[in-house]
């Protein structure tokens, strides 16, 4: 078991003896038949079939499992690799900064988000679209229709996702991406799929904007995982990303009786948060914000994050390939990311205005690479036509409605 590289993952710590059997608890659950009609090449497995199997989701987490779930600090197993992963380029420096520093090399990120904006053919605020730039699928990104984005803020597109997998809960890092249904997000496949064992999330939720254990923005219930058929049948990790379908949010506030608490509907996730753009096949020396709720130690038992608060890296992306088969092709950027950080979005182009870029990327892996033990270079899947397929497919599910 080498130390060289382990998976950004802060739920499925001890997965294998948690995950032995899984049934299921009620219909709809993650335990039923992929949807019909999916296209070839994606797996897309329903959560939810009706707004009363929402709200059974909803009331697992309840204020005081859900304060149990934030208050843990996850675990992560080793995984195998025959060393780091190889680059014919070294990543920039990414030392950890804020949002707002981002802004220094705002000008000609700026130029390229413009040309990726006529590309998709949409205006910033609107409805979210599409449109091929070539070969090249690009989403704009949307901003909140209830409030105005704060400027230079981190992006509270942002956040955790809660779910189950077997008898433990776990979390990992996600965020809202522009969508025809207006409610979609995206995160690592594994934090949507166990695939070693062959067993999907239950009761996943998502929490926008978190910090220190706040929802201010809502609790959204999963839908549907939505995944490339490679990840869920072949535990190919370079294809390790998920869209997951949500429904209209809820916050809980306080019953009539003392104790209580009652669900209120909040809205759509993107007219709450917004949505981040997407881009693929955009290729490397790509500047790129990663951000996550890193939280687990490195790999010699020093801790630096505590994974209540949003932390961020910046750096130029290259292209790897790993010697392993967890992993082929990918991109990397250097950050010091632990466990935790697992789904977390890369985003170019981004406009630190609105808080608002392009996904293109979600954090999987971790390297050690200098092996001094502790974890120096994050890995992505590398974004293509593919992935693309996955996310059209995911943005036009429609949840039930109360």
Not at 85 to 110: C, D, I, K, L, V
Not at 178 to 188: E, G, Q, Y
Not at 282 to 300: E, K, N, Q, V
Request: aromatic share 10%.
């Amino acid at each position: 078991m080498s130390s060289r590289a382990r998976r950004i993952t802060a739920t499925l710590g001890g997965l294998v003896a948690a995950c032995a059997t899984m049934t299921s608890v009620f219909a709809g659950s993650a335990a039923a038949t992929p949807l019909d009609g999916v296209p070839n090449g994606i797996t897309s497995i329903t959560l939810t079939k009706s707004s009363a199997d929402m709200r059974r989701i909803a009331e697992y987490w309840s204020p005081t499992r859900l304060k149990q779930a934030m208050d843990n600090v996850p675990a992560a197993p080793e995984m195998k690799s025959d060393g780091p992963p190889s680059s014919a380029a070294t990543p920039g420096s990414a030392t950890a900064r804020s949002a707002t520093a981002a802004a220094a090399s705002a000008t000609g990120e700026s130029a390229a988000a413009t040309t990726m904006a006529a590309e998709a053919g949409a205006t910033t605020g609107g409805k979210g679209s599409a449109a091929s730039g070539g070969s090249a699928p690009v989403v704009k990104p949307t901003l909140p229709k209830k409030r105005a984005p704060a400027s230079g803020s981190s992006p509270v597109t942002v956040g955790k996702v809660f779910f189950r997998i077997g008898a433990k809960d776990y979390w990992c890092s996600a965020s809202s991406v522009a969508a025809t249904n207006r409610n979609l997000v995206a995160t690592a496949g594994h934090c949507a799929y166990d695939a070693k064992t062959g067993s999907p999330a239950e009761y996943w939720i998502f929490i926008p904007g978190y910090d220190k254990g706040s929802t201010p923005y809502g609790i959204y219930v999963g839908h549907s995982l939505n995944l490339h058929e490679d990840f869920v049948g072949r535990g190919d990790y370079d294809y390790d990303y998920a869209f997951v379908t949500v429904h209209d949010g809820f916050r809980w506030k306080a019953g009539k009786t003392s104790g209580s608490y009652e669900m209120e509907s909040v809205g759509s996730l993107e007219d709450n948060v917004g949505g981040q753009g997407l881009a693929t096949n955009r290729g490397a020396g790509l500047s790129a914000l990663a951000f996550g709720y890193p939280a687990a130690p490195h790999p010699d038992g020093s801790r630096p994050y505590n994974g209540q608060q949003l932390k961020w890296c910046r750096g130029l992306t290259v292209r790897v390939k790993a010697p392993t088969r967890l992993v082929e092709q990918g991109v990397a950027l250097a950050c010091p990311f632990t466990n935790g950080a697992s789904g977390g979005p890369w985003l170019i182009f981004y406009d630190n205005k609105n808080s608002v870029g392009y996904l293109n990327g979600v954090n999987s892996f971790a390297w050690d690479v200098n092996t001094d033990r502790k974890y120096d270079r994050i890995s992505s899947p590398y974004f293509i036509a593919s992935t693309y397929v996955v996310y059209h497919w995911a943005a036009t599910q429609q949840a039930p409605r109360s």
